[in-house]
């Protein structure tokens, strides 16, 4: 394999479809999103991709069998005879720049093949306030950024860059007349952010316009958080005990002068 | 995409014209030249440079709106019956060392197909001494040179390397017979440097023999000069705090022994 | 050379042969098990591989001859009629993510071409416990698995990955229509572990059926013991003189304050 | 320039040709021996090599003319009738690993091209003891080697890798049936060091049965021995000052315990 490609798994016919991508990347939000949508969607999987700028290992699974790392394609068949929707999730980001660029160009020649005229990519977002996290959004046409923007997301702040297939591949949907947006939710980034996530789902489904329940996303967000506070409370301890021991050595040092 | 490559957005006819090249580097020097320089003489965007050898993210601009990293040309008729100009800039130089040589490779592939017979490359020089910062050129031929020399320039120093683009277009100019030089503002790097870059214009307007006013270059310099001043007010500050420290520390030792 | 190319030193028909991989990794556990197959059983060499992936130096042997680094492929004719085998190690792994899977890809063309139908790879696995030294198995087949659980391996740990050409060669095996089953011997990994190799060979005679004595390891795992015995030795009398220092220390700090 | 290429400035007819290379490395041996054979033989440049794996910046003359990296072949017409030379050295190695392949390939089509049927590759070796350097050899073939050892040279110990291009090329000179040496200079390293490229230089001369003068070399390895000589103080000055200050410090800790 000298290339990134595509294997098909089965000939599909897709009623203009929307193409949503979700990779790893901060706080996993990106892939808890798309795999949410596979998994309650019941999509099916029809196409799968190999790049070798994935890192060089493979996985095993439970049974003892193995596989390389790739990305997944799925299709969603929309019954009410809207928009169908592709899915997109996988293992890894491109270990190498040039990867990078052309792992995005192959999705994006996949997806003109498929004739899909919009994408969506989700990432996550450098968390500073401590507020309820936002969802930032960044489009290559107005009217996308618009609909997302009225579903309750907030522009992406001027300047700052999007990192990895998430932004390249709107960076290079111009190129191929494909319209795209891009919505990153507010995370801590240390720890997969099923709550970021799901922010970045519920303005998904008003953007696109189409149903989902998002209850059983719940769970496993409470689980985060109880991690989250356990983790800080580790910390709190940790820097409690600095604090006694630096008070310690003060003491002796004042001792001594 | 695969290579770097360039995308022509409108098909224009220059007379004679000189391309000025000015990449982000140190102090942004060549950045800041050519900007001014596009904005001050109204120059018209005509053609964008992409490669995957640019950093994997996109730009967000106050709009939302998303874009990839990229170089972009533009061009300027001169209405006095001399040299029309090519101005070139973008966003980054090339993150590996094999698209440095790519890029400069395209750069004068696309200045040859426009019938470019001279280059001049701008840059930032680590300056060392505190007087007024210097101009440097180096040249493919003499007779470039010694008109920089004449506009007030500095032999570069022998034997210090010019690095990225503005170097490797001298280096691979040869071998498309295009003479170039290249300008180096002595900067001091860590900061935008508008007045290493008026020096280099300075330089340049005479070297190519061309009117342009550079008082509106002031306003910037003025905003960096109080910005500098600041951050070594913070300097001395923390210097002399350390110093306390230290004399603190000094005494208690000296009880001890 | 541009590419990675197997130079064959004979043509040689080989009789439903199965591939066996062993290159440098943990604990050399894939290599030493390969080379002792090899000179065991008398194997013949038959092609080379070479790498531009490979490091940058060559290797000077015992007379002053040089050579690059490189793979070699072994092959031993089943007098029994059974499954011919071709044993392939080498100098070192590829220094390169695409060197990785470029190499795989080669070996894969390799050993189709050579009417391949099975292939075992080999590498070491990081060890936890103290117990007796473990072999773990994964494969691309179910009944490959089985015959290696039979033998005695345990499966695979779900989720862990198997890094480098061991565990890539499972992973493209499959575009090639070949089984390829995954050994890995549980190994400390920081010397080189003839007892994990030996492990693995145990746990490979019996899942592909052949005879071959392995007491002729038994010398060079002696040899390991005893110097991991010293290595222990050294590493506890530091640990001991650390401790002495601290004590030292304590009782110092104790008469200050 | 997407390709390690050779450009010939003129065409030359030579007699049985003998290819020198030495480019920097470890105490710059190869460079400042080939470089002394250039001056003193007046050898005259008849190609560079250019690529693109060398680092990214150009180099400025005292005239202020700039040119890329690059390598550069001269010929010497051996006007006893004897062996022709070619000797080649440059400004840099690659950077990058599949560079080194593609540099030493590019080298050996060239000198297969010239009808090179020997080659001598010279680089530095760390050295361990105080004694006189030795200079250390290994070849592609016996014979070589041979007049190698009884030109001074010692076999090069047994596992212990040649880095870089002089390595490299011997490595591939096999594929072209060219016959290669390599000498190796015992040398600190971390300085020029003309002394061991002398050494080299003595070994070639008888290696290959001709005369030269290597009294040229002396001036330049009393500078370098007096350079040697006053860091060696410096380091002196700097051991002993840190002795004094560990012993006060010593005192202070006494006078508290």
């Excluded at 193995?66 to 592709?86: A, P, Q, T, Y």
């Excluded at 190129?175 to 952010?193: H, M, S, V, W």
């Excluded at 970021?196 to 985060?224: Q, Y």
Aim: aromatic residues 8%; positive net charge.
């Amino acid at each position: 394999m000298k290339d990134t490609y595509i294997k098909e798994l089965t000939q599909i016919e897709l009623n203009n479809p929307i193409l949503i991508e979700g990779l790893p990347g901060l706080g996993l939000v990106g892939k808890i999103a798309t795999r949410y949508l596979i998994k309650k969607l019941n999509a099916k999987k029809f196409a799968h991709l190999y790049s070798p700028h994935f890192p060089y290992f493979v996985l095993v699974n439970k049974k003892g069998n193995v596989r390389l790392l790739r990305g997944s394609f799925h299709f969603w068949k929309n019954k009410e005879g809207g928009n169908d929707l592709i899915l997109f999730t996988g293992d890894s980001q491109s270990q190498t720049i040039e990867g990078q660029y052309e792992i995005a160009g192959r999705m994006l020649d996949f997806a003109q093949k498929h004739n899909v005229k919009t994408i969506v990519t989700i990432g996550g977002y450098r968390r500073e306030a401590k507020d309820k996290p936002k969802v930032f959004a960044a489009a290559t046409v107005q009217d996308l950024l618009d609909k997302a923007l009225q579903a309750g997301a907030a522009v992406s702040n001027s300047g700052s860059p999007i990192v990895g297939t998430a932004g390249l591949i709107l960076g290079l949907a111009r190129f191929k007349k494909i319209n795209a947006l891009c919505l990153l939710g507010e995370t801590r980034g240390y720890l997969p952010d099923p709550l970021a996530a799901r922010s970045v789902l519920e303005v998904l489904k008003t953007t696109l316009n189409f149903e989902i329940d998002l209850t059983g996303l719940n769970e496993e967000i409470a689980k985060a958080e109880t991690m989250v506070t356990r983790l800080q409370k580790i910390e709190e301890k940790r820097a409690l005990q600095a604090e006694e021991t630096r008070k310690e050595e003060d003491k002796k040092t004042t001792y001594i002068s």
